[in-house]
């Protein structure tokens, strides 16, 4: 017991320090995280335009431009959706507050005129105290600014050399492991297939989710309804808490919008959908790339936002999901799998009807046999026909 809880002080000691090491390079390390994950989404594209015969550069830069593409296209559309809507919007606002006032004062609350009064002085009063904080907080969000733009170029130009090099960086990284590069790369092999399927099925579970409730909130007249649903497409991007957020976002707009008849509605299908991803969608497309149970989940969300906030959260899942897929690798013995040549065609097995009876050595079946010195071992005779289909190597 005092082996084992001295070996546990030293990692728990060892992971403190990695984690305040990671955190006081943060600027780095998660645009990195974020690298991964879009090139885990994006190579897809590249591999594809590779497999057309376009080159490494250009496959990347092709797929580059086609992701800014579709970004600023989104970000144009969303843009002017909400320049056109925000004006309605605060109109329906106003009158909503105003109907639920009224409610507040003839309802079954019967709540006082003073009373709200006391509310709104009490909320300015809190604010009016917490000035100090508020403009601290703001110039903060400058310097955030400026380490947001410098995480962004950072981010792109990861993304692209991972996307061109990612093979060529992987190789390199290998030698630095010595006898124990196989294990390695058959670990990494494990993680990176499992971040492809996550951040692949995460993202189409993400596009459904947005969608049906971008539909939904048009279908209700709701303003800004693009805006959320691109807001619900990114929380979905966080398991089981940012769904929660975007859908009180969401409700809210519609509660001031068109009243809480329709926020109720929309409450009540936002949840059967939610259900129905949980239960059909997860665990058909992400579920078989995690298998993790829910709580699980809930405890890697908890230490990455404690660790790192939002983005934390966002990474944590993947991580966890990469760490435990490549941990078993790490501690096999199995030999590292080489690539399969191509070979021209099938090779029949022996015994089968394709391959035939052996020859006996001798035998009319079995051809001369070459004198020595006569021919290059392994090589053919002129007159001998070569089998396509054989594995050995004509030369």
Known sequence: ?????????????????????????????????????????????????????????????????????????????????????FPRLVEQVRTTAKTIENWLYTGPLHLQPNQITAWVDEVTKQVTAQRNQITQTVLTGATVALEVLASIVLLFFITFFLLKDGDRIWSWFLQAFGGAAPRVDRAGRAAWVTLSHYVQGTVAVAAVHGVIMGIVLAGMGVPLWAPLAVLIFMASFIPLVGIFFAGAVATLVTLGAKGPIYALIFLGILVVEQQLENHVLQPMIVGRALNFHP?????????????????????????AAVIYRALPELRGDRPALLPVPERPGPVPEPGSEQSGPVPEPGSEQSGPVPRPGSERPGRPEPDEPVDEGSSQPTG
């Open 1 to 85: 017991m005092a082996a084992w809880s001295l070996c546990l002080i030293i990692i728990g000691w060892a992971v403190f320090y990695f984690a305040q090491f990671i955190a006081m390079l943060h600027i780095v390390v998660l645009p990195v995280a974020v690298a991964l994950l879009l090139t885990a989404l994006l190579f897809p594209v590249t591999r594809w335009l590779r497999s057309r015969g376009m080159r490494p550069i250009y496959a990347t830069w092709a797929t580059m431009l086609i992701a800014l593409a579709v970004l600023g296209g989104i970000g144009s559309f969303i843009g002017l959706r909400a320049n056109d809507e």
């Open 295 to 319: 709580l699980a989940i809930i405890l890697v969300l908890a230490v990455g936002g404690i660790l790192a906030g939002i983005a934390g959260a966002a990474v944590a899942v993947p991580v």
